[in-house]
């Protein structure tokens, strides 16, 4: 299962960062508008409490005798990660900021693919 999880990171998170850094300021523009929704905010809040709690799930997964795989470490940081990005876009909302954070979170995206991508050759 380990596996499966790490390929379907790589690919996910691969895409998500290429289109962070091909297409910034589009994908601000995208957000932005999404935030215009009436409770888009609270609830962009909302999800990334959900992200940081499967993230802390995954956490204590791996402290248990049988959890120390490189899958459980992946999706913990995955989950942070994606709980990082709805709290900020949230956070901030202006054209600007979600430009720059689109960027860095594509940096991060490609960042943990090209990790993943590593750690599947140890699975």
């Known amino acids: 299962m380990g596996k499966y999880y790490i390929w379907f990171v ?40 959900l992200f940081l709690v499967v993230g802390l799930v995954f956490g204590a997964i791996y402290f248990i005798p049988w959890g120390h795989q490189s899958w459980i470490i992946i999706g913990t940081v995955f989950s942070v990660l994606s709980a990082a990005e709805a709290y900020f876009q949230a956070q901030y909302p202006t054209l600007e900021a979600l430009v720059f954070q689109s960027r860095l979170l594509g940096i991060l995206y490609l960042g943990l693919a090209a990790g993943s991508y590593v750690m599947l050759k140890k699975v």
Not at 21 to 41: D, H, M, S, W
């Open 10 to 49: 790589v690919i996910v998170a691969g895409l998500a960062g290429i289109i962070r850094l091909l297409l910034p300021r589009r994908f601000a523009e995208l957000q932005l508008e999404r935030f215009k929704a009436t409770n888009a905010i609270a609830k962009a809040k909302m999800r990334s409490l």
